[in-house]
Each structure stands twice: as C-alpha cells, then as structure tokens.
Nanobody, 115 residues
Framework: QVQLVESGGGLVQPGGSLRLSCAAS????????MGWYRQAPGKQRELVAR???????FYADSVKGRFTISRDNAKNTVYLQMNILRLEDTAVYFC?????????WGKGTLVTVSS
C-alpha cells in the first residue's frame, strides 16, 4: 500500500513561486500515474496536473504555462513547481494517483496566495 505525504506549501505573494513535493512510500510508485489536486475554500477538489510513469503530462487550463509537474521515480517523489501564482491558486494541494484512490488521500499542503 502506498502512503503519500505532501509538503512545500506556504504563504506567497501574487506572482511568486512555490515548489510542492509529494513523497510516496511503496515500491511500485513508478507504475502509477500521479496527480496533483487542489481544493479551494467552498469548492470541489479538482485535478491540477498529472504525470504518467513515463513522464507524459497533462495540465488544467487554469495552470497551463505556470505550473510544472515532474517526478523522480528513484526517490518516489512527485513535484509541482508553481510559478506566477495568482490569488485564485489559494487552496489545499493534494497528491494522489490518477484517477484518485480514496484511501490514498493525505492531509495536503496549504498554499495561500495573498498580498
């Protein structure tokens, strides 16, 4: 069974950058397509980006060109580089498989974009 722990969130001004990390336990991490998701206050959780085991990526239109998802299979870690952050990027960010598995949801990491 895989356990996922997100980190790297924080408070940042509009236009700033953050890098999120998701550390996964489990030896079969590399075969999973992994995704970053976010949930803003009062909104449903949404997919932000995903990456296959081979490195193919997909991005939501709202983050395309600003966010970059990557993975290091040797370290069992998925990253989300977030640049040119906007107020509307404020949310709790989670990683999970794609499609997500209910029992893999972690606590997430809070990203707050504010001036």
């Amino acid at each position: 069974q895989v356990q996922l722990v997100e980190s790297g969130g924080g408070l940042v001004q509009p236009g700033g950058s953050l890098r999120l990390s998701c550390a996964a336990s489990g030896s079969i991490f590399s075969i999973y397509t992994m995704g970053w998701y976010r949930q803003a206050p009062g909104k449903q959780r949404e997919l932000v980006a995903r990456i296959t085991g081979g490195g193919s990526t997909f991005y939501a239109d709202s983050v395309k060109g600003r966010f970059t998802i990557s993975r290091d299979n040797a370290k069992n870690t998925v990253y989300l580089q977030m640049n040119i952050l906007r107020l509307e990027d404020t949310a709790v960010y989670f990683c999970n498989t794609f499609p997500p598995l209910t029992h893999y949801w972690g606590k997430g990491t809070l990203v707050t974009v504010s001036s």
